[in-house]
């Protein structure tokens, strides 16, 4: 408001989440904010205030009408509740980022973290002062109006986790979070990976966009090794497959690659036969999402997967692979989904483990060795029993 005082023909922008809770958040407040004597003239249907002394314009948005957030240029913007605006990436940079550029306007970001999403990466880009951005962060004690007593009282009665998020505005990893589990204890220094260790992979593939594709090895407990992953944008068959292909790895595939949708020669062709007429036999992946998100986190906890620290954008992409809220309508609340974008080494990961990897087979090997898959397993037995192996 201080802005539309002191800058003539300028156009603000308070955009919140949905229409009605930029009425409900900000409409009323802003007209006790006006100070009296000030000329304006209201549009209670447009929800927006003009200035005459400066001819400016103040004007309040909802984001869950995208349409609406088109076509004017903006000197300053204000962006509330973030994190909880549908699509919010999309709708910051295919709608408003494009509208500060003719005025080169600035941009405000307000709201409560929910999980380590967008918002948490521009929080970053201040913290890691990239050039024009710069971040902080407020805790609720921080507010002289709130009483402090009662900040206390929410400390000892909520969840920790869930008072860090509300209370002290931190960026817990668990809300939204697709896959909480995940964590430092599963990322491994690359090692020596046995012979007899089944090779398993998956393909997550595109004819436009990013081409995906991991590969793991399952050890004698069951343990699914990450060594090694794909992932380039813009590429065709011909180019990943020479890259991927490795002798006697089991491949799974989306589905979805059956679909026969590329031309060649007056034929039409799938992704799924151009993999195999370069010598890749991938069986189609089991595509049950949630029962696959809920495999992969048991594979999680029972500390089951490791991922080699090289495969840098699985663990990237498993930072952020979060759901997105549901968004209301006339049928009611929609069902909860992930967010479907940099997804796609997540889904290769969820294709590999739904493929159900049976265990190593030591017994194909039985030479003994201290440093062999089966000495070592003779030595763990050993232990329990308090004896020694000798050589066969």
């Known amino acids: 408001m201080v802005h539309a005082l002191s800058q003539n023909r300028h156009t603000l922008w308070y ?26 003239k209201y549009n209670e249907s447009e929800l927006s205030v003009y200035f005459q002394q400066t001819g400016s314009f103040l004007e309040l948005k909802g984001a869950d009408n995208e349409d ?26 295919e709608v408003l980022r494009p509208m500060l550029t003719d005025t080169k306007g600035d941009a405000l970001f307000i709201g409560t973290p929910k999980g380590k999403d967008s918002f948490f990466e521009l929080f970053m880009r201040g913290q ?5 951005w710069k971040s902080w962060r407020f ?17 000892r009665t909520m969840p920790g986790r869930y008072f860090r998020q509300e209370y002290e505005a931190s960026f817990e990893d668990f809300v939204g979070l697709i896959y909480p589990e995940f964590g430092k204890a ?4 690359p090692r020596y990976l ?11 593939p595109a004819i436009a966009g990013t081409m995906a594709a991991l590969k793991g090895a399952v050890d004698e407990e069951g343990i699914i090794y990450i060594y090694n992953e794909f992932y380039e944008k813009n590429v065709r068959v011909s180019e990943v497959a020479p890259q991927i292909a490795e002798d006697k790895v089991k491949w799974v595939i989306d589905p979805a690659s059956a679909s026969k949708n590329i031309e060649k020669e007056g034929k039409l062709y799938s992704l799924y036969n151009e993999f195999a007429d370069r010598g890749i036999q991938a069986d189609p992946a089991e595509n049950d999402v949630e029962a696959g998100i809920n495999r992969v986190g048991e594979y999680f906890k029972q500390n089951k997967l490791k991922i080699f620290k090289s495969c840098t954008n699985l663990q990237w992409e498993l930072e952020r692979y979060h759901y997105v809220e549901p968004k209301d309508s006339y049928r009611g609340q929609g069902k909860i989904q992930p967010y479907k974008k940099d997804d796609h080494l997540v889904d290769c990961l969820r294709y590999m483990v739904m493929s159900r990897p049976k265990d ?4 194909i090997e039985k030479v003994y060795s201290e440093t062999s898959v089966w000495g070592r397993r003779l030595a763990r037995q050993a232990k329990k029993d308090g004896f020694k192996y000798g050589r066969d």
Do not use: C, M
């Open 15 to 40: 955009v919140a989440p949905s229409y009605r809770q930029a009425k409900t958040i900000a409409w009323r407040l802003l007209k006790k904010l006006i100070p009296e004597g000030v000329q304006v």
């Open 68 to 93: 609406s957030l088109r076509g004017v240029g903006i000197h300053k913007l204000v962006i509330d509740e973030f994190a909880s605006i549908y699509d919010n990436w999309s709708v910051w940079h």
């Open 128 to 132: 890691r002062n990239d050039n024009d």
């Open 139 to 155: 805790k609720t004690v921080d507010n002289p109006y709130i009483d402090t007593e009662e900040v206390q009282e929410a400390e």
């Open 186 to 189: 599963h990322i491994i220094e």
């Open 194 to 204: 046995e012979k007899i260790y089944p090779r398993i992979g998956a393909i997550d």
């Open 360 to 363: 190593a087979d030591i017994n």
